[in-house]
């Protein structure tokens, strides 16, 4: 099931291939911000598919950077509405409902492993879940649960660089950043980190913290 709150358009777009592959899929509308419509689109899910297996916790806003001085008070609130109450009441929401032996994954952001200036209200508002993850992992793991994050650089395809520039100097930054060769991250590395999280292989991992980064520290 894919979730989104305002593009239609491109969740239908993610479930059409899905589709094409022969296995089921389905969009379903809701706000994180709003913990009633966490609850409903995660018993949307269970009643259509008779179970919930997997809970991927990756709503955001990847905006208003700039100095701390300057945040207002409606900037503060709109972000730590999504990335901060949004991703603790999805976290929460899915703790109860996931089927027993089941996987959450919360994708974190890079950007909380070090303070850097102009990301100031963007990290702070990324901070909370990645803690929770740690202290779910410990009040579910008796239903044989596990609950991590994948915390990802900047990712082309993703936030900021869902469309960039090609000579963006940020987008040149990040793609050298790397010892692995001169290239972003994409979706479909954070994707393999989730995979791996939520197969048979991380059956004995949980409460953990994975950086996908082609070996940059962050």
Do not use: C, H
Not at 125 to 149: C, D, H, W, Y
Request: glycine share 12%; hydrophobic share 40%; proline share 4%.
């Amino acid at each position: 099931m894919v979730n989104y709150s305002r593009d239609a358009s491109g969740a239908a777009a993610t479930v059409a291939p899905i589709e094409a592959e022969g296995s089921r899929a389905i969009d379903v509308r809701a706000d994180v911000s709003k913990p009633d419509e966490i609850e409903a689109l995660l018993d949307t899910a269970r009643s259509r598919f008779g179970g919930l297996d997997i809970v991927v916790a990756n709503a955001g806003l990847d905006e208003g950077l700039g100095p701390v001085l300057d945040v207002t008070e409606a900037e503060y609130d709109r972000m730590f509405n999504v990335n901060a109450k949004g991703a603790f009441f999805t976290l929460q929401k899915a703790g109860g409902l996931v089927d027993s032996g089941g996987s959450i994954v919360y994708i974190g952001s890079s950007s909380t492993l070090r303070p850097t200036a102009g990301f100031g209200l963007y990290t702070s508002s990324k901070l909370p879940a990645s803690f929770l993850v740690g202290v779910l992992a410990q009040e579910i793991g008796e239903r044989g649960v596990t609950v991590n994050a994948v915390i990802p650089t900047a990712t082309d395809g993703a936030g900021y660089f869902t469309d960039p520039k090609a000579d963006d100097p940020l987008r040149r930054l990040v793609q050298n950043a790397s010892p692995l060769g001169s290239r972003m991250g994409t979706v479909d590395d954070v994707a393999d980190a989730v995979e791996f999280f939520t197969g048979k292989l991380a059956r004995w991992i949980s409460g953990q913290q994975l950086l996908v980064s082609g070996g940059a520290l962050s």
